[in-house]
């Protein structure tokens, strides 16, 4: 009995050691199915999660959007015709109240802003007009002002933008610029002293930058200096759009005296920085138009050692835009002398209205500056369009004309 007792011992040792390599294997990869099920469960729960998000931004931007919208219909009066007498009456007076309390809110302000006395009385008197002029307020800019004379420092600080129009809930920014006048035989002719761009703030209501520019600037030079602000909307898929522009003339500024301004922002405007001498050249057989840039005067009084200038040429007809060219790099000069020519395809000769872009850059060596533009074109101002006209008359001769640079 004990033999047997013994051999059956020895069986069930030999079928549980048989056993055990099977049942570890089941069990791992049970475990391994089940870590697999976890984690495609983990990734379908993220993956809703993110399209979740996404739905409720783009939900957002058309709720905001579509605001945006109903306001500015509302204001314009598109609604205005469609609505009875009584509560177009009424709309009137809730929006004319509307507007006196922002009036007041902003003279109750301990901020001291000077405003002359016409900018008052317009304000006044277009509270009682109609509301048809609120859509081109481009909104309001304060910053104050401090010459130093002892440092021949321009400080510029408190700057504070309200009232743009906003589209969405984009940034904003603000590119300041101190122009100088310079005695030519161009009307208007002025140079670039300096140049900054301010911080980009993402607020819709009142945005607060918070920056502070300091400028150097002689005693001499404040009578001949203009002060250019542009306030921007900021885009970081395309290029930013101006909003507007407030200037001031530094003839005024007295020396250590802080001067604090609340003014409109005004419609952009360009100046003229320089000149370029462009030939053009009309090949109705190929089909082509023939671009010469010959030369380029620049009023840059910074300075230009070791840096190069480069043109870029751009041509764009009937909505369609060509390939842009560019020049060869050369040194910085007051005459820069680039003797190039660039063929570009056009269309058939009786549809050419066509516009050429020239802009002229300045490299250093971490970054571009542009230092003017010039536009030609069938529609451009009078002179690029005497240009152009003469260039169709002149079939395959060279025609050249001085244009200038703006920025």
Not at 205 to 227: I, P
Not at 241 to 258: I, M, Y
Not at 302 to 328: G, P
Not at 374 to 389: I, P
Request: include cysteine; aromatic fraction near 6%.
């Amino acid at each position: 009995e004990e033999r047997d007792m013994m051999q059956k011992a020895s069986v069930m040792l030999n079928l549980h050691s048989l056993q055990m390599p099977f049942s570890n294997t089941w069990k791992y990869g049970i475990l391994a199915l089940a870590i697999l099920f976890l984690l495609v469960a983990l990734t379908i729960l993220i993956c809703q999660m993110c399209q979740l998000q996404k739905r409720n931004r783009t939900r957002n931007k058309k709720q905001c959007h579509s605001q945006g919208w109903l306001r500015i219909k509302a204001v314009n009066g598109i609604w205005g015709k469609k609505m009875p007498p009584l509560l177009h009456d009424a709309a009137k007076q809730s929006n004319a109240d509307i507007k006196v309390e922002m009036l007041r809110t902003e003279m109750d302000e301990p901020c001291t802003c000077l405003i002359s006395s016409s900018s008052r009385m317009e304000g006044l008197s277009s509270m009682s007009s109609d509301l048809a002029l609120l859509p081109h307020s481009r909104g309001t800019l304060k910053f104050s002002l401090l010459y130093c004379r002892e440092r021949c420092e321009l400080l510029l600080t408190g700057l504070e933008a309200w009232g743009l129009p906003s589209r969405g809930c984009a940034g904003a920014a603000i590119r300041v610029r101190l122009l100088r006048q310079i005695p030519s035989h161009i009307p208007g002719l002025q140079c670039m002293v300096q140049e900054w761009q301010s911080r980009v703030v993402k607020n819709c209501c009142r945005t607060a930058f918070g920056d502070h520019f300091v400028f150097s600037l002689q005693d001499a030079e404040v009578e001949k200096s203009t002060l250019k602000l542009e306030v921007q909307r900021f885009d970081k898929y395309s290029r930013n759009a101006v909003l507007g522009e407030v200037r001031v003339t530094l003839n005024d500024l007295k020396a250590s005296q802080s001067l604090v301004l609340c003014k409109e922002l005004q419609k952009t405007t360009k100046d003229i920085v320089g000149e370029v001498l462009v030939s053009l050249k009309c090949l109705p057989i190929s089909q082509r138009i023939e671009v010469g840039l010959l030369k380029a005067k620049t009023t840059s009084p910074r300075s230009t050692a070791e840096k190069n200038v480069y043109a870029r040429i751009d041509v764009s007809c009937r909505r369609h835009r060509e390939k842009h060219q560019k020049s060869r790099p050369r040194a910085h000069t007051p005459l820069i002398i680039f003797n190039e020519t660039f063929l570009f395809h056009m269309p058939e000769p009786p549809v050419w209205d066509c516009t050429v872009l020239i802009s002229i850059y300045e490299v250093g060596s971490d970054s571009r500056h542009l230092l003017g533009q010039a536009t030609l074109g069938k529609r451009r101002a009078s002179e690029a369009a005497d240009h152009w006209g003469l260039m169709i008359k002149s079939i395959q001769q060279p025609v050249a004309k001085w244009h200038p640079l703006l920025i």
